[in-house]
Nanobody
Framework: QVQLVESGGGLVQLGGSLRLSCAAS????????MGWYRQAPGKQRELVAR???????NYADAVKGRFTISRDNAKNTVYLQMNSLKPEDTAVYYC???????????????WGQGTLVTVSS
């Protein structure tokens, strides 16, 4: 079975930085798209950034210029470097993987358990 394990969340002050990591476990052959979503209290889950296996990226307008997504295909890991953090970035951040081909089967979409990012003012 394939799982996504996130790490790197925590408490940071306004203007600070954090780096999130998400590693896919299991016998994985390929993952088409990996990304990060977030959900703030009382709000819907929204896309933050995603990256294809080829390295093409797209970002939410709210994080452009501040966040950078990257991935290591050999490690089946995706990263999110978050700089110039603002209180409005406070949310639970979820890792996402789309079209995962693994020894145990093909998974259309997998979610991590989430990691909390809190930005204090």
């Amino acid at each position: 079975q394939v799982q996504l394990v996130e790490s790197g969340g925590g408490l940071v002050q306004l203007g600070g930085s954090l780096r999130l990591s998400c590693a896919a476990s299991g016998s994985i052959f390929s993952i088409d798209v990996m990304g990060w979503y977030r959900q703030a209290p009382g709000k819907q889950r929204e896309l933050v950034a995603r990256v294809t296996r080829a390295g093409n990226t797209n970002y939410a307008d709210a994080v452009k210029g501040r966040f950078t997504i990257s991935r290591d295909n050999a490690k089946n890991t995706v990263y999110l470097q978050m700089n110039s953090l603002k209180p409005e970035d406070t949310a639970v951040y979820y890792c996402n993987a789309v079209n995962v081909l693994a020894a145990t089967g093909t998974y259309l979409e997998i979610w991590g358990q989430g990691t909390l990012v809190t930005v204090s003012s």
